[in-house]
């Protein structure tokens, strides 16, 4: 089955610690996004990557980093400068130019800094 | 800039009736897409339905539909015959128009609705 795996699912992190999210896609599409979202609200985008080597800035991307190596893989890295890291992370991907536009999710990874 | 609001935080609607969750917009560009969203309380997020700005007839999935309104910038959804399992949160989102440097196509979402399905 196609599809965005995300893990770890659940991530508990000291302050001060950096930590790596993983989102891998088996559905060849060439655009990938993380977003994050905080109790009751909306997702905010963090980052997004429209081709292999090469990613932008979302509204909230101070204290996160990601890299896109391979088009199957987009991993997200929450820094110790991220001030609140606590919070929901959601990656996806969408087909690229061609299509609607409309997001395919993995089941998210949920992250406490303690 | 794009904006979403959808003013209702929390809704309920009695099993087997139909419900309305509203989704207002503001953009400036002529081509966009409008998208909902259903998280349920596992936190994956669930397509359920879209609409081309250009699309003259209202968008339909099953018991989804979307109430678009053009001229007052609204996209509400409407759930016919409501289950149990409609209870959830519900986002409503934007998409920017084409990124021409690239493939990359981004969605703004609102602050979403949560929906209570009563028996």
């Known amino acids: 089955d196609g599809g965005i795996t995300q893990s770890p699912k659940y991530l508990f992190r000291k302050e001060g610690q950096n930590v790596t999210l993983s989102c891998e896609q088996n559905?060849?599409?060439?655009?990938m996004y993380w977003y994050r979202q905080d109790p009751g609200q909306g997702l905010r985008l963090i980052y997004y990557?429209?081709?292999?080597?090469?990613?932008q800035k979302g509204d909230i991307a101070e204290g996160y980093s990601v890299s896109r190596e391979k088009k199957e893989s987009f991993p997200l890295t929450v820094t110790s400068a991220q001030k609140n890291p606590t919070a929901f992370y959601l990656c996806?991907?969408?087909?690229?130019?061609?299509?609607?536009?409309?997001?395919?999710f993995g089941e998210g990874s949920r992250l406490t800094v303690l | 800039a794009q904006k979403i609001t959808q003013t209702q935080p929390g809704m309920f609607v009695q099993e087997k009736e139909a419900v309305t969750l509203d989704c207002t917009y503001d953009?400036?560009?002529?081509?966009?897409?409008l998208f909902w969203y259903k998280q349920p309380s596992s936190g994956e997020m669930i397509f359920l339905i879209y609409?081309?700005?250009?699309?003259?007839q209202n968008a339909t999935e099953g018991r989804y539909s979307l109430n678009f309104q053009k001229a007052r910038k609204s996209a509400n959804l409407v759930i016919s015959a409501s289950q149990l399992g409609d209870s959830a949160m519900y986002f409503c989102?934007?998409?920017?128009?084409?990124?021409?440097?690239?493939?990359?196509?981004?969605?703004?979402f609102g602050s979403g609705t949560q929906l209570t399905v009563l028996p």
């Open positions: 996806a991907s969408s087909i690229g130019a061609s299509g609607t536009g409309e997001l395919f």
């Open positions: 609409q081309g700005s250009y699309d003259e």
């Open positions: 989102a934007m998409r920017e128009p084409v990124d021409f440097r690239g493939s990359a196509r981004q969605l703004t």
């Open positions: 990557s429209q081709i292999v080597n090469d990613f």
């Open positions: 953009t400036s560009d002529q081509s966009y897409g």
């Open positions: 559905l060849n599409h060439d655009a």
